[in-house]
């Protein structure tokens, strides 16, 4: 669960993050993941248990709102909107089928939000000189969805040269297996001087790998396996931008 920011030096950090953009100008590359990391998947967890309560005729679920998933315990979410214990317990494996069938789609990915300040962080660190690479565990299928929420979200959009976007190439591929192949793709490209995680098993991972980048965890939700985020690794709660560091990086500071 969320808690181990400091509020107080989410500044400094990502001041050092653009620090870093500029000092590996132009051949730098900072590491952004998506879902929980720049992206809020919240109303479309919501929306997948809305429809479920239309398909399913469970009319407490018509309210099922962004707010009710605190984690990704689905159990929970059923219960804070609204069922009962034994309808939580009725309704589990078929709202979770249901679930599994769309979470992963570009029909719903599309309902995403940005988490505040990830499109204005990732256009700072692009206009810093440094090189993008979105690297998420997202099925290549879902391309269109999330190209749509880049679009209106304002995020750099990948164009093979100076941003990317790395998506799992095979459904059947692990997370942690296609994080270790993406970070061998993400080298061929330039140093890493950056990377943002949510997962605390990735930012690990990244921490370990690119030993000379700031590696920063995002507070926000993750699977839930008992991995403790590294010492070493600072974590943050999203990635608002101070002013002075915005206004820093468009003077070209």
């Known amino acids: 669960m969320p808690g ?148 209106a979200a304002g995020f750099p959009l990948p164009d093979g040269a100076r941003v990317h976007l790395f998506m799992k190439p095979d459904e059947a591929l692990g997370d942690e297996a296609w994080k270790a192949l993406a970070r061998g793709r993400v080298e061929r490209i330039g140093p890493v001087v950056a990377a943002f995680d949510n997962e605390p098993a990735h930012v690990n991972a990244y921490a370990r790998a690119w030993p000379d980048a700031l590696c920063v965890h995002l507070d926000t939700d993750h699977s839930g396996r008992p991995v403790e985020v590294l010492a070493r690794v600072p974590s943050i709660r999203d990635l608002r931008l101070p002013p002075a560091a915005a206004e820093a990086t468009a003077a070209g500071a």
């Open 4 to 151: 181990r920011a400091r509020i107080e030096e989410q500044a400094s950090i990502l001041a050092a993050v653009l620090a870093r953009a500029r000092a590996g100008a132009p051949d730098g590359v900072v590491v952004f993941d998506l879902d929980s990391t720049l992206l809020d998947n919240r109303p479309r967890q919501a929306r997948i248990l809305r429809d479920y309560g239309r398909a399913a005729g469970v009319p407490a679920l018509l309210g099922a709102r962004p707010e009710h998933w605190t984690s990704w315990d689905l159990a929970a979410a059923l219960a804070a909107a609204g069922l009962p214990p034994d309808e939580v317990a009725r309704h589990l494996r078929p709202a979770r089928a249901f679930w599994a069938e769309r979470f992963f789609t570009s029909a719903y990915c599309r309902l995403d939000l940005p988490l505040p300040g990830a499109p204005g962080l990732v256009r700072a660190t692009a206009d810093a000189g440094a090189i993008v690479a979105y690297v998420t565990g997202r099925p290549a299928a879902m391309e269109p969805g999330t190209l749509e929420v880049f679009r």
